[in-house]
Nanobody, 119 residues
Framework: VQLVESGGGLVQPGGSLRLSCAAS????????MGWYRQVQGTEREVVAF???????NYADSVKGRSTISRDNAKNTVYLQMNSLKSEDTAVYYC??????????????WGLGTQVTVSS
């Protein structure tokens, strides 16, 4: 199973970005998909996650400014981020809890995509 992120980059304060993460490989079902972020030298923190029934949770730091969504047919999760602030600068990692056809449930991570908010 692989998770591949895209959509990171440089954006000005107040701007918007949309991150995407596609899961591929031997997948029976995806239980949870989410986004984490990490600033060098600090711990990785949760940003948002979405369950298979599309219920969602957000970190307080992004609540009201971000929307997580998923396309179950494409095994893809999106994170729309608006009103970006300098403190949103981080490497953003996709995470998924996936069940394989053999019934094994495991946690997977993408390689990360850099988001830089700067003028």
């Amino acid at each position: 199973v692989q998770l591949v992120e895209s959509g990171g980059g440089l954006v000005q304060p107040g701007g918007s970005l949309r991150l995407s993460c596609a899961a591929s490989g031997s997948i029976a079902s995806i239980k949870i998909m989410g986004w984490y972020r990490q600033v060098q030298g600090t711990e990785r923190e949760v940003v948002a996650f979405i369950y298979s029934d599309r219920s969602t949770n957000y970190a307080d730091s992004v609540k009201g400014r971000s929307t997580i969504s998923r396309d179950n047919a494409k095994n893809t999760v999106y994170l729309q981020m608006n009103s970006l602030k300098s403190e949103d600068t981080a490497v953003y990692y996709c995470n998924a809890v996936i069940e394989t056809p053999g019934g094994m449930i495991s946690n997977y991570w993408g390689l990360g995509t850099q988001v830089t908010v700067s003028s």
